[in-house]
């Protein structure tokens, strides 16, 4: 571990596989108490006994459930907006149901989240940090990535307008974009080798992202290494976006 967060409460969403688990593991092993938020209650229970945390069981693409889990989370002081999905659909093929729910947990459980927790900070005057975890496909489009593109572009820009309105408290806000990580969403979407080799070959650094890369590019974001970066959206990409 190379960050300090022992006294900090972090809060990780979608935290029951690859990138959100990971960012568990990594902040408890810096010292920081998490409360991890997904779907199955299998994995909670894993991710809890492998690392302390503590896990509560929601589904994010309901307003409500995200509302209510964030309140049980108690007084947060660090927050990583890590849960996604994607449902790959061709462009003409994009079912309205299909966008909703990618809108619903990709965009809006950010939103409800961190209203909670932000208002939290806010009233007990205590700084605070956000890591939204956006992806490279906000800013470069991706075939059959439709709602999820359109999803992680409004989630750059929810990200930006939460750093103007939330940094004059002392919350600073950011996002990182990381190309294709090893994670099974990433199994799901790029497993076929026919896809992926010309993904890969515009990766300078010639390999995808390992969830640990994100886990400390978040690390980094959260941590006062960070005091002065702000409303920033991080690429860990291996160079994809400069090909
Ligand atoms: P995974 O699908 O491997 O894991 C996602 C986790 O989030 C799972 O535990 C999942 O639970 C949980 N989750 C999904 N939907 C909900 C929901 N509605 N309520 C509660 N929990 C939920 O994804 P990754 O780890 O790969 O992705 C994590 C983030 O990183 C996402 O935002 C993704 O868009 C982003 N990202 C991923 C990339 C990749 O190539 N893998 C690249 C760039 C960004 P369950 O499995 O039970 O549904």
């Known amino acids: 571990a190379t960050f300090d967060f022992s006294g900090r409460r972090a809060l990780v969403t979608g935290a029951g596989k690859g990138i959100g688990r990971e960012i568990v593991a ?5 010292g920081a108490d998490v409360v991890a938020l997904s779907r199955d209650q299998g994995d909670l229970d894993s991710l809890s006994r492998e690392t302390g945390c503590v896990g509560v069981a929601v589904d994010l693409g309901s307003a409500d459930g995200a509302r209510r ?27 309205p149901d ?3 729910q990618t809108m619903a947990v990709n965009v809006r459980a950010a939103l409800t989240v961190s209203q909670v927790v932000a208002r939290g900070l ?17 800013m470069v489009g991706l075939p059959l990535h439709a709602a999820y593109c359109a999803s992680k572009g409004a989630l750059d820009q ?26 099974p969403m990433g ?6 080798p026919a896809r992926s080799a010309p993904m890969l070959a515009r990766i300078p650094l ?21 005091a002065m970066v702000h409303g920033v959206m991080l690429p860990v990409d291996g160079g994809f976006l400069t090909s």
């Not at 995808?208 to 994100?214: H, I, K, N, R, Y």
Request: charged share 10%; glycine share 8%.
């Open 122 to 138: 806010i009233q007990r005057g205590a700084p605070g940090a956000i890591v939204n975890v956006s992806s490279q496909s906000s």
């Open 98 to 100: 299909a966008f909703d």
């Open 26 to 30: 990594f902040l408890t092993r810096c």
């Open 158 to 183: 929810l990200t930006r307008v939460m750093a103007i309105e939330l940094g004059p408290h002392g919350i600073r806000v950011n996002a990182v974009n990381p190309t294709v990580t090893l994670t």
């Open 187 to 192: 199994q799901m979407a790029w497993g076929d």
């Open 206 to 226: 010639g390999r995808f992202a390992q969830a640990l890369d994100v886990a400390q590019a978040v690390a980094y974001l959260l941590s006062d290494a960070a």
């Open 69 to 95: 889990a964030a309140k049980t989370a108690g007084p947060v002081d660090l927050l990583v907006n890590n849960a996604g999905i994607a449902l790959l659909q061709p462009f003409l093929d994009t079912t």
